[in-house]
Structure formats: structure tokens, C-alpha cells
């Protein structure tokens, strides 16, 4: 069975740092892209980062960019989240990519997502 599982949520104040970590189950995460999506409550999931298997390279919100960094080890991917705002209180997922990082972008890209996560809570106080 596919799975991705993802650690590392929970409530900070405003200005603080967490970091979330997304493990794979059947399957090798690093032959894959993978992202993070977060959906706020009553707003559409949207995309946040994204990392390719082939050389790394990475993509951004620009509603993140310069706060999160997203990172990935053979077994695990991170996203490191800096200067949180409540802004950012959300479900955070992650999620193995059946498109390049590239794509990030587009409006179909949630829909080309292979495996969810089950998501992890973040919640920043003002």
C-alpha cells in the first residue's frame, strides 16, 4: 500500500518556526516529485513547494517564498516553515506529484497528484 505520512504540526505564535517531515510507505520517495499543499478552512488546497527526484531543484508559492524551504533526504522531505504568519494556519499535505515540479503552477496540479498525505494541523497565533 501507498502511503505518505507527515509529522511535525502544531500551534506557534506568530513570527515562529516549524518544520514538517513527509515519510513514504511503498514506495521510494526520492524517484518522485513531491509537494506540499495546505487548505485553509473554507479556501481551495493550493500548492505551497514542490522538489523534483531528478536535481532537486525546488518551487515556491510566492505567498512562501523566502519563508519555507522545502528540502529531501532519500527517505523523507521536509518543509521548513520560518516566520510563520496566521495567514499560514492550515492543513498542510503532502503529496507524491504525477507531474513535473514545473507544473506547480498550473490549476491542474493538484489533480495529477498521485498519493496524499493525511495532513498535519498548522496553527499560528497572532
Known amino acids: 500500500q501507498l502511503q505518505l505520512v507527515e509529522s511535525g504540526g502544531g500551534l506557534v505564535q506568530a513570527g515562529g518556526s516549524l518544520r514538517l517531515s513527509c515519510a513514504a510507505f511503498?514506495?521510494?520517495?526520492?524517484?518522485?516529485?513531491i509537494a506540499w499543499f495546505r487548505q485553509a478552512p473554507g479556501k481551495e488546497r493550493e500548492a505551497v513547494s514542490c522538489i523534483s527526484a531528478s536535481d532537486g531543484s525546488t518551487n515556491y508559492a510566492d505567498s512562501v517564498k523566502g519563508r519555507f524551504t522545502i528540502t529531501r533526504t532519500q527517505t523523507t522531505v521536509f518543509l521548513q516553515m520560518d516566520s510563520l504568519q496566521p495567514e499560514d494556519t492550515a492543513l498542510y499535505y503532502c503529496?507524491?506529484?504525477?507531474?513535473?515540479?514545473?507544473?506547480?503552477?498550473?490549476?491542474?496540479?493538484?489533480?495529477?497528484?498521485?498519493?496524499w498525505g493525511q495532513g498535519t494541523a498548522v496553527t499560528v497565533s497572532s
Open positions: 511503498g514506495f521510494t520517495l526520492d524517484y518522485y516529485p
Open positions: 503529496a507524491r506529484s504525477g507531474v513535473l515540479c514545473g507544473a506547480m503552477r498550473g490549476t491542474d496540479f493538484a489533480r495529477k497528484v498521485e498519493v
